[in-house]
């Protein structure tokens, strides 16, 4: 079974950055794509961005365009998420995700989509 593990999380002031990693562990692991979903206390789950393997082509929700950056390296199974000017409004538990194949029907930015999930790393933004 596939395990994802995320790190990298912290408390920063507003305009810092934090730099998240997620490692997948497993045997077989050959992911369509894979992705960050942020949740905020008394929030639904929120897509952030996602980033297909084989191509690296990136999406990103457009609260974060231009601030966040999402990389990967495939010999090491991990997935990056650069987070730079962060705001209060960052402030939530980040989940790495990945995707086995592709699932044209609800897309990357759907949870629906991906078939893991790491347990949480939290981001917390202070004023």
């Known amino acids: 079974q596939v395990q994802l593990v995320e790190s990298g999380g912290g408390l920063v002031q507003a305009g810092g950055s934090l730099r998240l990693s997620c490692a997948a562990s497993g045997r077989t692991f050959m992911p369509y794509a894979m992705g960050w979903f942020r949740q905020a206390p008394g929030k639904e789950r929120e897509f952030v961005a996602a980033?297909?393997?084989?191509?690296?082509?990136?999406t990103y929700v457009d609260s974060v365009k231009g601030r966040f950056t999402i990389s990967k390296d495939n010999a090491k199974n991990t997935v990056y998420f650069q987070m730079n000017s962060l705001k209060p409004e960052d402030t939530a538990v980040y989940y790495c995700a990945a995707v086995q194949s592709v699932r044209l029907s609800w897309g990357l930015s759907d949870g629906r989509t991906y078939d893991y999930w790491g347990q949480g790393t939290q981001v917390t933004v202070s004023s």
């Open positions: 980033i297909t393997w084989s191509g690296g082509r990136t």
